[in-house]
């Protein structure tokens, strides 16, 4: 499968070369804030399947955990496109709203964190539902 996709203003382009392993939404609380109130959709693949195109991502991570996620971001128009963690290391997560086909996503297979989302926030049927991650 051959995905693209970038951020609001261009400066920041992506391509994936590879299947989507995950379809996914988180409803964390650090989710909600970075996505401004929803949840985190996104799509889970093999780091070595995406490869930035045109321009170098910023990365922030919280500097007050050892293992929290390196989100990137374009420095210029902010746009949040892909997160990498510690404990997945040959993984990474794109956002769906980045990409450039986003119905490609098709919904989400799982939701993360659903002990923490908001009355507002929808849970879809027939779905894999964790109230945290995992194994937690």
């Not at 490869?51 to 922030?60: D, I, Q």
């Not at 990409?99 to 507002?120: H, R, S």
Request: charged share 25%; glycine share 14%; with cysteine.
């Amino acid at each position: 499968m051959t995905l693209t996709g970038g951020c609001l203003c261009g400066a920041l382009r992506f391509g994936i070369d590879g299947p989507i392993r995950m379809r996914g939404l988180c409803l964390c609380r650090t989710c909600q804030k970075v996505s401004g109130g929803a949840g985190n959709m996104f799509i889970g693949l093999e780091a070595g399947a995406f490869r930035y195109t045109r321009g170098e991502p910023r990365r922030f991570a919280r500097a007050d955990t050892s293992d929290a996620p390196a989100r990137e971001f374009c420095a210029e128009c902010g746009v949040h496109v892909a997160s990498r963690s510690p404990k997945a290391p040959g993984g990474l997560i794109v956002k769906v709203g980045a990409l450039d086909d986003p119905a490609a996503f098709e919904g989400p297979d799982m939701v993360f964190w659903a002990q923490e989302k908001q009355p507002f926030h929808l849970l879809p049927e027939d779905v894999t539902i964790f109230e945290r991650l995992p194994g937690q």
